[in-house]
């Protein structure tokens, strides 16, 4: 079987079905255009504040920005309140032109659970579908899209409620990270509950897959065992923009090589210089700390560069840490 192909969105036509997650303090212009240049089909902005939106604040404008290799990319926004919500997708739409609007129904940190929004979606489908309508209602001809989880806590599970609620809402696809907001981002995310979200589903919208995707395989075997029509990498590709031709390669070939150590290091630096255009040095130095760590993974002595890479503040300086990796590449 064939488990690379493309995807439909509503009129989104996408030649892939490997995508990058909105991820919340990372999934940024510059990292997603990294992406995008190693093969992600289609990308997510970080969840953007309807609130902060409509309240016109312009850090969270930033947030939304079109990455420049970006040809199609969905903008999430999250929220608790159906008008606040509709305004901020015709903001949306004003401000970037995306070809998707995602709302996040899954985030399970408590300050966003306490504005209404998020997990707290789970625990009340039909608030969940007036907000998906609102914003269906708000974004004419552009597609709407929602994600998921299973359920508030063990007991509650219950995506089969939240995704009827969004398809009678007139959602394009919905995606489904299968943990429940009482488990965060521990233990392990039901693949089961996934197979069973694309039978109820039944091709009415594409459904696609997040959760515990840290490597090609990964992807491959979702695909296998749940039917989804498309996966979304989040933490897998931190510090890692390859896995995306690398998932795409095995799927298509069987097989994939890795990137070598230069590659993964001068990526890093192609995001740098984005991150610096699109704020300034200093924020992006600070910013590109974590990710310089994510890229060193693997890398010999990647624990001794680590331990640089914290105290880096110029861009001079990451040059500097990284020196003798790229010179002994060349040799």
């Known amino acids: 079987m064939n488990y690379y192909h493309p995807v439909k969105i509503g009129n989104i036509e996408l030649k892939g079905n490997i995508f990058l997650a909105p991820v919340a303090g990372y999934s940024d212009s510059a990292f997603r255009s990294v992406c ?12 953007v504040s309807a609130e902060a939106l409509v309240r016109k604040n312009q850090k969270t404008e930033v947030l939304m920005a079109r990455a420049c290799n970006e040809k199609a990319y969905s903008v999430q926004i999250f929220g608790g309140e159906e008008d606040v919500m509709a305004q901020a997708a015709q903001i949306v739409l004003e401000k ?16 966003i659970i306490k504005s209404g929004a998020g997990s707290a979606l789970t625990r009340d489908p039909d608030r969940l579908y007036k907000i998906t309508k609102a914003v269906k209602d708000s974004a004419g001809d552009v597609p709407v899209s929602v994600k998921i989880r299973s359920g508030w806590d063990k007991p509650g599970i219950n995506w089969k409620e939240t995704s009827q609620a969004a398809l009678e809402a007139g959602v394009s696809a919905i995606t489904i990270h299968p943990r429940t907001r009482a488990q965060g981002y521990e233990g392990h995310s039901d693949w089961g509950i996934m197979k069973a979200l694309v039978e109820f589903v039944d091709k009415k919208v594409p459904v696609f897959g997040s959760g515990d995707l840290f490597k090609p395989e990964d992807a491959r075997r979702m695909l296998e065992e749940t039917g989804v029509d498309a996966v979304m990498f989040a933490r897998g590709a931190m510090g890692n923009p390859f896995i995306f031709k690398d998932t795409t390669s095995l799927l298509t070939t069987g097989s994939y090589t890795p990137v070598p150590a230069d590659v993964r290091v001068r990526t890093g630096f192609e995001e740098l210089a984005r991150l610096v255009s699109d704020t300034n040095e200093q924020h992006a130095c600070l910013e590109m700390r974590k990710r310089f760590a994510a890229y060193s993974k ?5 624990a001794a560069l ?3 890479i914290v105290h880096a503040q110029t861009v001079d300086d990451y040059k500097k840490i990284f020196e003798t990796v790229l010179n002994n590449c060349k040799q």
Do not use: L, S, W
């Open 36 to 47: 995008v240049q190693n093969g992600a089909c289609f990308t997510y902005t970080e969840m």
């Open 96 to 111: 970037t032109h995306c070809e998707c609007i995602d709302i996040n129904c899954g985030c399970p940190v408590p300050k």
């Open 298 to 302: 693997g890398i010999e002595n990647g």
């Open 306 to 308: 680590r331990a640089q």
